[in-house]
Nanobody, 127 residues
Framework: QVQLQESGPGLVKPSQTLSLTCTVS??????????WNWIRQPPGKGLEWMGA???????YYSPSLKSRTSISRDTSKKQFTLQLSSVTPEDTAVYYC???????????????????WGQGTQVTVSS
C-alpha cells in the first residue's frame, strides 16, 4: 500500500520561501509511469495544481506559479520537495502531495485523476 506524507512548517512569513517535503512509503518514486504532484487548496476555493516531478526526474509547473516554484527529489529517501518563494497571504492553503499514473491530463484538479494522496498539511502565510 502506497502512502504519502507531507511535512514542513505550518507558518511562513510573507516574502519567505515555503518548503514542504512529501515522503513516500510502499513504493518507489522512480517507478515508471508515476508522476508525483503538489496540489493546494486555499480556504473556500478549489484545488490548484502546482507542479509535478516524474519518475525520471523531469519537472512540470503551473504557468501561474512557475516563476516561484521548484520541485526536486531525493530518491534515496523516497522524498520529493516543493519550494515556493516570495510567499504572500494568498499562498495560505492546505498543501497536498499526490501520485498520478502517466502524464495524460497532467495538471488536473480532479481528485479522481490521482490514485494516492497525502492527508494534507495546512500552511499559513502571516507575519
Amino acid at each position: 500500500q502506497v502512502q504519502l506524507q507531507e511535512s514542513g512548517p505550518g507558518l511562513v512569513k510573507p516574502s519567505q520561501t515555503l518548503s514542504l517535503t512529501c515522503t513516500v512509503s510502499g513504493g518507489s518514486i522512480t517507478t515508471n509511469p508515476y508522476y508525483w504532484n503538489w496540489i493546494r487548496q486555499p480556504p473556500g476555493k478549489g484545488l490548484e495544481w502546482m507542479g509535478a516531478i516524474s519518475y525520471s526526474g523531469s519537472t512540470y509547473y503551473s504557468p501561474s506559479l512557475k516563476s516561484r516554484t521548484s520541485i526536486s527529489r531525493d530518491t534515496s529517501k523516497k522524498q520529493f520537495t516543493l519550494q515556493l518563494s516570495s510567499v504572500t497571504p494568498e499562498d495560505t492553503a492546505v498543501y497536498y502531495c499526490a501520485r498520478k499514473i502517466g502524464s495524460g491530463g497532467l495538471g488536473s484538479t480532479s481528485r479522481l485523476d490521482y490514485d494516492y494522496w497525502g492527508q494534507g498539511t495546512q500552511v499559513t502565510v502571516s507575519s
